[in-house]
C-alpha cells in the first residue's frame, strides 16, 4: 500500500535525506553533460549543507517535506520552498526504482500542489533535466506549462534543463 505523509520525526528526516542522496546519485549516472551540472550546481559540501537544513527551509507554511511509503518503507520524497511571495519552487521529487510505476511520483506530486495551494501560494516554479521524460509527463499532464528559466541559469546548461509553471 502507498502513503504520501508529511516527514515529521527525526527518523523521517533521515529518510528524506537518504532519499535525496540517492537523488543525486541518480542524477550524476544520467551521462557526462549531467553529471558536470549536478557537481557545479551541488557539490558535495554545497549539497550536505543544504541536506542539513532541509527542515528550517521546508517547514511549513513556507515549505513542506513529503515521504512516499510503500508498505511503510520510504520508496520516495519531494518537497517545496518558497522562492518569491507567492511563488512556491517543487524540489527533489524522487521515487526509488523498485517504487516507480506505482504512481507514488504522480501521488507526492499532488500533495506538494494540494498543500501549495492550502498555503496560499499563488504559482509554483519547478524544474528537471532532459534525460527525465517520465517527469516532463507526469508534470505536464498535471497541468503544468512549460516556461523558461525563472532565476539565474548560466547559459551553458540551459539546453539541459526544462523550466515549469503552474498557477494556481
Known amino acids: 500500500m502507498l502513503k504520501i505523509k ?47 537544513r532541509l527542515e528550517q527551509e521546508h517547514a511549513p507554511p513556507a515549505g513542506a517535506l513529503k515521504l512516499a511509503l510503500k508498505d511503510g518503507a520510504p520508496v520516495g520524497c519531494g518537497m517545496y520552498h518558497t522562492l518569491m511571495p507567492g511563488t512556491a519552487e517543487i524540489k527533489r521529487v524522487y521515487v526509488r526504482e523498485n517504487a516507480r510505476g506505482l504512481g507514488a511520483g504522480r501521488e507526492l506530486m499532488l500533495a506538494l500542489v494540494a498543500q501549495c495551494r492550502a498555503s496560499g501560494f499563488s504559482r509554483i516554479f519547478m524544474d528537471t533535466g532532459v534525460p527525465l521524460e517520465a517527469a516532463q509527463r507526469l508534470y505536464l499532464s498535471m497541468g503544468f506549462k512549460l516556461r523558461g528559466p525563472y532565476q539565474e541559469i548560466p547559459e551553458s546548461v540551459r539546453d539541459r534543463l526544462i523550466f515549469f509553471e503552474m498557477y494556481l
Open 6 to 52: 508529511d516527514a515529521e520525526t527525526a527518523a523521517e528526516f533521515d529518510d528524506v535525506r537518504l532519499l535525496c542522496w540517492e537523488y543525486r546519485d541518480f542524477l550524476l549516472r544520467l551521462g557526462p553533460a549531467d553529471a558536470d551540472i549536478v557537481r557545479a550546481f551541488y557539490p558535495k559540501d554545497k549539497y550536505a549543507s543544504i541536506m542539513e
